[in-house]
Each structure stands twice: as structure tokens, then as C-alpha cells.
């Protein structure tokens, strides 16, 4: 798939920090959401509303992971994207909770961003469903 890149468990990400150094550098439920695999209650980012044109960039290491022009309205409570910039983010099997998903992380920094699950819109049919505490949004300017 286009968009798809599978990391396996030994993907060595081109950043690297300790628990520590996250830790300091996180507000605690960005640490719990990038680091711990957490997800953040749905209705809860103000990233939901965001309307602007402009970048989402992770949270942890600054990587540019989606274009506002790719977000659209879900429904879920999660920002949700029809698809990542090229090869901003990568993906793996999570098979927690009983389920199969497909984990969807930063492919700089592996910090867990969100799934991506096949029932998004045209033109992907994708849908990325991020939790906003994982991303940082930048309007473009003008
Ligand atoms: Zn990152």
C-alpha cells in the first residue's frame, strides 16, 4: 500500500532518547499516549476543531507527520486523516485488547501516534485516527 511501511520490533529509529529524557521533555500524558502506547479519552484535543491549513508534527521529535489539507471529520473524537505525509510515519501489527490493528507511529522518533484502520474516505480510503496529545500543530502562514 502506498502510504504503508511496516517497522519491525528491531527498527532502530534515527532518534533516540531515554525513558528519563522523555519523561522531561513530555507533558505526562504526552509521555503516556508516545511512549506507553496510551490513548487519550475521544473529545478531549482541541486539535479535534482545528480548521486551519498548516502542519501536524509529532509532538516528541518535531517530524512534519500530516498536511491539515489531509484531516477530516471523523466523528470519533480523535483528529482524523485520510493520509500521512510520505514516509513521515511507519506502521505495525498491535494485536492488544483482543483486536488487530494497525499501529500507526513516527518514523523518527517511534513515538505511538494513533491507527489507522480501513474505512477512511477518498482518495486513500484510509483513515489515521491520531490522538492529538501525540501531534503539534503549526498554521501555515498567510
Ligand atoms: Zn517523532
Given at each position: 500500500m502506498l502510504f504503508r511501511r511496516e517497522t519491525g520490533?528491531?527498527?532502530v529509529f534515527p532518534v533516540q532518547r531515554s525513558e528519563a529524557e522523555w519523561r522531561a521533555a513530555l507533558s505526562p500524558e504526552a509521555f503516556r499516549v508516545l511512549?506507553?502506547?496510551?490513548t487519550e479519552r475521544p473529545g478531549t484535543s482541541p486539535l479535534n476543531a482545528e480548521k486551519r491549513p498548516g502542519i501536524f508534527a509529532c509532538a516528541g521529535c518535531g517530524n512534519p507527520l500530516f498536511d491539515a489539507a489531509a484531516k477530516?471529520?471523523?466523528g470519533t473524537g480523535w483528529p482524523s486523516f485520510f493520509a500521512p505525509i510520505e514516509g513521515a510515519v511507519g506502521t505495525r501489527t498491535d494485536r492488544s485488547f483482543f483486536m488487530t490493528?494497525?499501529?500507526v507511529h513516527c518514523a523518527r522518533?517511534?513515538?505511538h501516534l494513533g491507527h489507522v484502520f480501513p474505512d477512511g474516505p477518498a482518495p486513500t480510503g484510509l483513515r489515521y485516527c491520531m490522538n492529538g496529545?501525540?501531534?503539534a500543530f503549526t498554521p501555515r502562514e498567510g
Open positions: 520490533p528491531e527498527a511512549r506507553q502506547h496510551g477530516y471529520e471523523s490493528r494497525t499501529e522518533c517511534g513515538g496529545v501525540s501531534l
